[in-house]
């Protein structure tokens, strides 16, 4: 399982988060961050290619894998990619 987070500039109304399915979309000023938990990173590149395709500029993109661990504690650790 992997956890995306893509950071796009500017602000996208709710519309389009149809175009984005599976993903949550919040707003930080005039950054719109799209985020989700995904199995494989084909679903992750074909959300990207959408977002490269309708002009939009990707600030950031963070994928990390998650890996859960036992421990004594019950942490959840994820291995950055």
């Known amino acids: ?25 919040t707003q930080e000023g005039n950054i719109t961050i799209l985020s989700g938990i995904f199995e494989d990173q084909s679903r992750i590149r074909g959300v990207l290619n959408r977002v490269l395709d309708l002009n939009m500029k990707v600030v950031k993109l963070s994928i990390v894998h998650l890996e859960y661990l036992s421990s004594s504690e019950g942490e959840c650790y994820g291995k950055v990619d």
Do not use: A, V
């Not at 995306?4 to 389009?16: A, F, K, P, S, V």
């Open 1 to 25: 399982m992997m956890k995306c987070e893509i950071q796009i500039w500017g602000q996208l109304n709710t519309g389009w988060l149809d175009s984005f399915e599976n993903f949550n979309m």
